[in-house]
Protein backbone atom coordinates (compact mmCIF):
# COMPACT_ATOMS: atom_id res chain seq x y z
CA UNK A 1 0.00 0.00 0.00
CA UNK A 2 1.49 3.14 -0.66
CA UNK A 3 1.43 5.97 1.84
CA UNK A 4 -0.28 9.25 1.11
CA UNK A 5 1.75 12.01 1.40
CA UNK A 6 1.63 14.24 4.44
CA UNK A 7 1.97 17.95 4.86
CA UNK A 8 1.38 19.68 8.45
CA UNK A 9 0.30 23.80 8.85
CA UNK A 10 1.73 25.38 11.85
CA UNK A 11 -0.37 28.82 12.29
CA UNK A 12 -0.89 31.07 15.18
CA UNK A 13 -2.00 34.36 15.12
CA UNK A 14 -5.72 34.84 14.29
CA UNK A 15 -4.70 36.47 10.73
CA UNK A 16 -2.04 32.71 10.13
CA UNK A 17 -4.86 30.94 10.85
CA UNK A 18 -7.10 32.36 7.96
CA UNK A 19 -4.01 31.67 5.45
CA UNK A 20 -3.59 28.69 6.95
CA UNK A 21 -7.20 27.81 6.45
CA UNK A 22 -7.47 29.15 3.00
CA UNK A 23 -4.04 27.08 2.29
CA UNK A 24 -5.36 23.89 3.41
CA UNK A 25 -8.56 24.59 1.34
CA UNK A 26 -6.94 25.33 -1.66
CA UNK A 27 -3.99 22.01 -1.43
CA UNK A 28 -7.32 19.95 -0.68
CA UNK A 29 -9.26 20.79 -4.13
CA UNK A 30 -5.82 20.69 -6.15
CA UNK A 31 -5.06 17.63 -5.06
CA UNK A 32 -7.30 15.26 -2.35
CA UNK A 33 -4.65 12.50 -2.02
CA UNK A 34 -2.71 14.39 0.29
CA UNK A 35 -3.28 14.00 4.02
CA UNK A 36 -3.30 17.33 5.95
CA UNK A 37 -2.74 17.89 9.79
CA UNK A 38 -2.84 21.09 11.49
CA UNK A 39 -2.05 23.38 14.37
CA UNK A 40 -4.00 26.18 14.29
CA UNK A 41 -7.64 27.80 15.44
CA UNK A 42 -11.35 28.03 14.66
CA UNK A 43 -10.42 29.05 10.23
CA UNK A 44 -8.45 25.68 10.13
CA UNK A 45 -10.61 23.56 12.02
CA UNK A 46 -13.36 24.65 9.55
CA UNK A 47 -11.61 23.40 6.32
CA UNK A 48 -12.30 19.90 8.04
CA UNK A 49 -8.51 18.84 7.77
CA UNK A 50 -6.85 16.64 11.58
CA UNK A 51 -6.02 18.72 13.94
CA UNK A 52 -3.31 17.73 16.06
CA UNK A 53 -3.40 20.84 18.63
CA UNK A 54 -5.91 23.64 18.57
CA UNK A 55 -4.08 27.08 19.08
CA UNK A 56 -6.52 29.01 21.76
CA UNK A 57 -3.47 31.53 22.54
CA UNK A 58 -3.79 32.92 19.39
CA UNK A 59 -5.34 36.53 20.86
CA UNK A 60 -1.65 37.40 22.65
CA UNK A 61 -0.15 40.31 21.88
CA UNK A 62 3.06 41.93 22.78
CA UNK A 63 6.05 40.72 25.07
CA UNK A 64 3.92 41.40 28.62
CA UNK A 65 1.58 39.06 26.94
CA UNK A 66 3.84 36.34 26.24
CA UNK A 67 5.45 36.46 29.89
CA UNK A 68 2.01 36.89 31.38
CA UNK A 69 1.18 33.32 29.65
CA UNK A 70 4.65 31.60 29.82
CA UNK A 71 3.55 28.48 31.48
CA UNK A 72 0.76 28.26 28.99
CA UNK A 73 2.81 28.80 25.92
CA UNK A 74 5.25 26.05 27.14
CA UNK A 75 2.65 23.56 28.05
CA UNK A 76 1.32 24.27 24.18
CA UNK A 77 4.82 24.00 22.46
CA UNK A 78 5.28 20.75 24.24
CA UNK A 79 2.48 19.64 22.77
CA UNK A 80 2.81 20.52 19.53
CA UNK A 81 6.63 19.07 19.33
CA UNK A 82 5.19 15.98 20.68
CA UNK A 83 2.15 15.71 17.85
CA UNK A 84 4.50 16.65 15.08
CA UNK A 85 6.75 14.15 15.79
CA UNK A 86 4.17 11.50 16.47
CA UNK A 87 2.07 12.62 12.79
CA UNK A 88 5.91 12.34 10.67
CA UNK A 89 4.72 14.35 8.57
CA UNK A 90 6.93 14.82 4.61
CA UNK A 91 6.73 18.68 4.99
CA UNK A 92 5.96 21.09 7.70
CA UNK A 93 4.49 24.72 6.64
CA UNK A 94 4.77 27.05 8.99
CA UNK A 95 2.78 30.45 9.22
CA UNK A 96 3.52 33.64 10.25
CA UNK A 97 4.26 33.89 13.99
CA UNK A 98 8.16 33.84 14.11
CA UNK A 99 8.91 33.96 18.17
CA UNK A 100 6.61 30.48 18.49
CA UNK A 101 7.26 29.18 14.77
CA UNK A 102 11.40 29.34 15.15
CA UNK A 103 11.81 27.67 18.23
CA UNK A 104 9.52 24.87 17.47
CA UNK A 105 11.48 24.61 14.03
CA UNK A 106 14.75 24.52 16.06
CA UNK A 107 13.38 20.78 17.78
CA UNK A 108 12.54 19.75 13.99
CA UNK A 109 15.52 19.96 12.37
CA UNK A 110 15.41 16.32 10.72
CA UNK A 111 11.76 17.43 8.85
CA UNK A 112 11.60 19.27 5.61
CA UNK A 113 9.93 22.69 6.16
CA UNK A 114 8.69 25.66 4.53
CA UNK A 115 8.10 29.07 5.89
CA UNK A 116 5.05 30.98 4.40
CA UNK A 117 5.12 34.79 5.80
CA UNK A 118 8.38 34.87 7.62
CA UNK A 119 9.69 36.78 9.76
CA UNK A 120 10.16 40.55 9.13
CA UNK A 121 13.66 40.35 9.76
CA UNK A 122 13.78 44.07 7.40
CA UNK A 123 12.20 45.50 10.29
CA UNK A 124 13.71 43.95 13.31
CA UNK A 125 16.75 41.55 14.72
CA UNK A 126 17.79 40.47 10.51
CA UNK A 127 20.43 37.79 11.88
CA UNK A 128 17.23 35.77 12.51
CA UNK A 129 17.67 35.48 8.59
CA UNK A 130 20.69 33.04 9.26
CA UNK A 131 18.78 31.09 11.44
CA UNK A 132 15.92 30.63 8.84
CA UNK A 133 18.43 29.83 6.07
CA UNK A 134 19.41 26.79 8.31
CA UNK A 135 16.27 25.45 9.16
CA UNK A 136 14.32 26.25 6.54
CA UNK A 137 14.23 24.98 2.59
CA UNK A 138 12.17 27.73 1.24
CA UNK A 139 10.60 31.15 2.38
CA UNK A 140 7.14 31.98 0.69
CA UNK A 141 7.37 35.87 0.95
CA UNK A 142 4.09 37.85 1.00
CA UNK A 143 6.15 41.92 0.14
CA UNK A 144 7.49 41.66 -3.19
CA UNK A 145 10.58 43.68 -1.90
CA UNK A 146 11.38 40.48 0.74
CA UNK A 147 12.47 38.67 -2.28
CA UNK A 148 15.56 39.90 -2.74
CA UNK A 149 16.21 40.71 0.86
CA UNK A 150 16.34 37.02 1.53
CA UNK A 151 17.74 35.60 -1.38
CA UNK A 152 20.71 38.31 -0.59
CA UNK A 153 21.81 36.12 1.94
CA UNK A 154 20.86 32.91 -0.13
CA UNK A 155 17.68 32.17 1.30
CA UNK A 156 15.77 30.57 -1.41
CA UNK A 157 12.32 32.66 -1.60
CA UNK A 158 9.14 32.47 -3.71
CA UNK A 159 6.53 35.85 -4.01
CA UNK A 160 3.14 34.94 -5.68
CA UNK A 161 1.46 37.79 -4.16
CA UNK A 162 -0.35 38.37 -1.39
CA UNK A 163 -2.83 36.16 0.29
CA UNK A 164 -5.01 39.14 1.03
CA UNK A 165 -6.49 39.38 -2.65
CA UNK A 166 -7.74 36.42 -1.70
CA UNK A 167 -9.96 37.28 1.34
CA UNK A 168 -11.88 39.98 -0.81
CA UNK A 169 -14.94 38.81 -2.76
CA UNK A 170 -14.75 40.21 -6.70
CA UNK A 171 -18.62 41.46 -5.45
CA UNK A 172 -19.62 42.62 -2.03
CA UNK A 173 -23.10 42.32 -1.38
CA UNK A 174 -24.73 44.90 0.35
CA UNK A 175 -28.16 43.05 0.91
CA UNK A 176 -29.26 43.16 4.73
CA UNK A 177 -26.49 45.84 5.64
CA UNK A 178 -28.46 49.30 7.08
CA UNK A 179 -31.50 47.02 7.89
CA UNK A 180 -29.22 45.23 9.96
CA UNK A 181 -28.07 47.92 11.88
CA UNK A 182 -30.76 49.93 12.11
CA UNK A 183 -30.13 52.08 9.49
CA UNK A 184 -31.82 53.97 5.90
CA UNK A 185 -29.17 53.40 3.16
CA UNK A 186 -28.51 57.04 3.32
CA UNK A 187 -26.65 56.99 6.36
CA UNK A 188 -23.37 58.58 7.07
CA UNK A 189 -21.25 54.77 8.62
CA UNK A 190 -18.07 55.06 10.15
CA UNK A 191 -16.66 51.54 10.34
CA UNK A 192 -14.69 51.22 13.67
CA UNK A 193 -12.07 48.25 13.40
CA UNK A 194 -10.26 47.45 16.35
CA UNK A 195 -8.24 44.56 15.70
CA UNK A 196 -8.36 40.94 16.17
CA UNK A 197 -6.65 40.54 19.28
CA UNK A 198 -7.93 41.03 23.06
CA UNK A 199 -4.91 43.12 23.44
CA UNK A 200 -5.86 45.36 20.63
CA UNK A 201 -9.31 45.38 21.55
CA UNK A 202 -7.54 46.69 25.26
CA UNK A 203 -5.96 49.24 24.05
CA UNK A 204 -6.91 50.86 20.58
CA UNK A 205 -10.98 50.73 21.01
CA UNK A 206 -10.83 52.94 23.84
CA UNK A 207 -8.89 55.08 21.49
CA UNK A 208 -11.19 54.63 18.75
CA UNK A 209 -13.89 55.68 20.82
CA UNK A 210 -12.24 58.98 21.72
CA UNK A 211 -11.72 60.04 17.75
CA UNK A 212 -15.56 58.98 16.80
CA UNK A 213 -16.24 61.20 20.25
CA UNK A 214 -14.49 64.42 18.61
CA UNK A 215 -16.13 63.09 15.14
CA UNK A 216 -19.74 63.53 16.70
CA UNK A 217 -19.26 66.86 17.45
CA UNK A 218 -18.44 68.04 14.33
CA UNK A 219 -20.60 65.55 12.44
CA UNK A 220 -23.66 64.88 14.80
CA UNK A 221 -25.33 62.45 12.12
CA UNK A 222 -22.57 59.73 11.88
CA UNK A 223 -23.24 56.43 12.38
CA UNK A 224 -20.94 54.31 14.31
CA UNK A 225 -20.51 50.18 13.57
CA UNK A 226 -17.70 48.65 15.46
CA UNK A 227 -16.32 45.56 13.58
CA UNK A 228 -15.79 41.94 15.64
CA UNK A 229 -13.67 39.82 14.20
CA UNK A 230 -14.23 36.73 16.33
CA UNK A 231 -16.79 36.13 18.52
CA UNK A 232 -14.67 35.67 21.71
CA UNK A 233 -14.04 39.65 21.58
CA UNK A 234 -17.52 40.43 21.46
CA UNK A 235 -17.69 40.92 25.17
CA UNK A 236 -14.68 42.50 25.35
CA UNK A 237 -15.91 45.25 22.48
CA UNK A 238 -19.21 45.54 24.14
CA UNK A 239 -18.08 46.49 27.96
CA UNK A 240 -15.34 48.85 26.44
CA UNK A 241 -18.37 50.42 24.51
CA UNK A 242 -20.52 50.53 27.95
CA UNK A 243 -17.94 52.07 29.72
CA UNK A 244 -17.69 55.07 27.29
CA UNK A 245 -21.45 55.48 27.76
CA UNK A 246 -21.75 54.09 23.85
CA UNK A 247 -24.16 51.43 22.05
CA UNK A 248 -22.68 51.14 18.52
CA UNK A 249 -23.90 48.14 16.70
CA UNK A 250 -21.32 45.86 16.99
CA UNK A 251 -21.04 43.74 12.92
CA UNK A 252 -19.73 40.10 13.54
CA UNK A 253 -20.37 39.22 9.93
CA UNK A 254 -18.01 40.00 6.73
CA UNK A 255 -15.74 43.34 7.40
CA UNK A 256 -15.81 43.67 3.97
CA UNK A 257 -19.65 44.70 3.63
CA UNK A 258 -18.68 46.85 6.44
CA UNK A 259 -15.84 48.36 5.10
CA UNK A 260 -17.64 48.65 1.23
CA UNK A 261 -20.70 50.96 3.33
CA UNK A 262 -18.34 53.13 5.46
CA UNK A 263 -17.55 56.58 4.29
CA UNK A 264 -14.47 56.01 6.36
CA UNK A 265 -12.98 53.91 8.35
CA UNK A 266 -10.67 54.13 11.80
CA UNK A 267 -8.99 50.79 12.21
CA UNK A 268 -6.12 49.27 14.10
CA UNK A 269 -2.52 48.88 12.15
CA UNK A 270 -2.69 45.33 10.80
CA UNK A 271 -3.49 43.24 7.89
CA UNK A 272 -7.23 44.68 8.20
CA UNK A 273 -5.76 48.06 6.31
CA UNK A 274 -5.04 46.33 2.93
CA UNK A 275 -8.53 44.31 2.97
CA UNK A 276 -10.02 48.10 4.03
CA UNK A 277 -7.75 49.68 1.04
CA UNK A 278 -8.70 47.13 -1.47
CA UNK A 279 -12.37 47.50 -0.50
CA UNK A 280 -11.66 50.70 -1.88
CA UNK A 281 -12.73 53.30 1.99
CA UNK A 282 -10.31 55.54 2.93
CA UNK A 283 -9.16 55.38 6.43
CA UNK A 284 -7.03 56.32 9.36
CA UNK A 285 -5.19 54.22 11.61
CA UNK A 286 -4.01 54.26 14.95
CA UNK A 287 -1.59 51.85 16.69
CA UNK A 288 -1.40 51.17 20.37
CA UNK A 289 0.41 49.26 23.05
CA UNK A 290 1.16 49.15 27.20
CA UNK A 291 3.72 51.42 27.97
CA UNK A 292 6.00 48.19 28.72
CA UNK A 293 5.48 46.93 25.52
CA UNK A 294 5.53 50.25 23.62
CA UNK A 295 9.14 51.06 25.22
CA UNK A 296 10.68 47.63 24.02
CA UNK A 297 9.58 47.84 20.68
CA UNK A 298 10.91 51.11 19.90
CA UNK A 299 14.23 49.67 21.41
CA UNK A 300 14.43 47.10 18.66
CA UNK A 301 11.75 47.43 15.38
CA UNK A 302 13.24 49.76 13.03
CA UNK A 303 10.30 51.16 10.57
CA UNK A 304 9.38 54.40 9.53
CA UNK A 305 5.26 53.25 9.24
CA UNK A 306 3.52 50.43 11.24
CA UNK A 307 0.26 50.47 8.71
CA UNK A 308 1.00 47.57 6.05
CA UNK A 309 -0.59 50.00 3.50
CA UNK A 310 2.37 52.79 3.92
CA UNK A 311 5.01 49.71 4.47
CA UNK A 312 4.04 48.26 0.70
CA UNK A 313 3.73 51.90 -0.59
CA UNK A 314 7.04 53.17 0.65
CA UNK A 315 5.57 56.08 1.65
CA UNK A 316 2.52 57.89 3.77
CA UNK A 317 -0.79 56.86 2.13
CA UNK A 318 -3.09 56.46 5.35
CA UNK A 319 -2.10 58.34 8.58
CA UNK A 320 -0.90 56.46 11.58
CA UNK A 321 -1.42 57.84 14.94
CA UNK A 322 0.98 56.23 17.23
CA UNK A 323 0.69 55.56 20.89
CA UNK A 324 -0.48 59.34 21.76
CA UNK A 325 -2.84 61.13 19.59
CA UNK A 326 -2.69 65.02 18.20
CA UNK A 327 -6.51 65.45 18.79
CA UNK A 328 -6.32 68.59 16.34
CA UNK A 329 -4.15 67.09 13.80
CA UNK A 330 -6.69 63.99 13.78
CA UNK A 331 -9.47 66.17 13.41
CA UNK A 332 -7.91 68.10 10.61
CA UNK A 333 -7.15 64.52 8.22
CA UNK A 334 -10.25 63.18 9.50
CA UNK A 335 -12.26 67.00 7.89
CA UNK A 336 -9.85 66.20 4.56
CA UNK A 337 -10.92 62.43 3.77
CA UNK A 338 -14.32 62.75 4.47
CA UNK A 339 -14.14 65.37 1.73
CA UNK A 340 -15.97 63.45 -1.40
CA UNK A 341 -13.95 66.32 -3.62
CA UNK A 342 -10.72 66.67 -1.89
CA UNK A 343 -8.03 65.95 -2.88
CA UNK A 344 -6.72 64.12 -0.14
CA UNK A 345 -9.37 61.58 -0.20
CA UNK A 346 -8.58 61.23 -4.26
CA UNK A 347 -5.35 60.46 -3.92
CA UNK A 348 -5.45 58.11 -0.57
CA UNK A 349 -8.04 56.33 -3.30
CA UNK A 350 -5.63 56.33 -6.41
CA UNK A 351 -3.12 54.81 -3.55
CA UNK A 352 -5.27 52.27 -2.91
CA UNK A 353 -5.87 51.08 -6.60
CA UNK A 354 -2.19 51.02 -7.23
CA UNK A 355 -1.98 48.63 -3.94
CA UNK A 356 -3.70 46.13 -5.92
CA UNK A 357 -1.10 46.21 -8.24
CA UNK A 358 1.49 45.63 -6.19
CA UNK A 359 -0.30 43.11 -4.27
CA UNK A 360 -0.73 40.59 -7.16
CA UNK A 361 -3.39 39.23 -9.43
CA UNK A 362 -5.85 36.33 -8.11
CA UNK A 363 -5.55 33.15 -6.56
CA UNK A 364 -2.36 33.83 -4.78
CA UNK A 365 -3.71 31.00 -2.24
CA UNK A 366 -3.76 28.62 -5.31
CA UNK A 367 -0.23 29.13 -6.66
CA UNK A 368 0.82 28.92 -3.40
CA UNK A 369 -0.71 25.42 -2.82
CA UNK A 370 0.63 24.45 -6.05
CA UNK A 371 4.20 25.14 -5.19
CA UNK A 372 3.67 23.22 -1.81
CA UNK A 373 1.81 20.37 -3.15
CA UNK A 374 5.19 20.12 -5.81
CA UNK A 375 7.66 20.14 -3.19
CA UNK A 376 6.32 17.07 -0.99
Request: hydrophobic fraction near 40%.
Amino acid sequence: MVKRPKITIVSGEISGDQYAATLASNIKKLNPEIEITGIGGKKLTSTGIRIIAENKLSGAFGFSSVIKNFRSHLKFFNTCLKAIKNECPDLIVFIDNPGFNLSLAKKLVDFRKIYYIPPKIWAHNYQRIFLIRHLFEAVIVIFPFEKQIYEKENVPAYYFGHPVIDLIPGEISNENFFSEIGSNKDAFIIGIFPGSRQEEIKYILPLLVMAASRVKKIYSEATFVVSCADEQLYSDIKTILEQYGEHWYIWKKSPHVLAKNSKISLCASGTMNLEIALCGTPMIVFYRLSRFNYLIAKLIVKLNYVSPVNIICGKKVVEEFIQNVNWQKFQRVFSQLICESGEVRKKQMAQFKNIRQILGQANVSEKIADFIIKRV
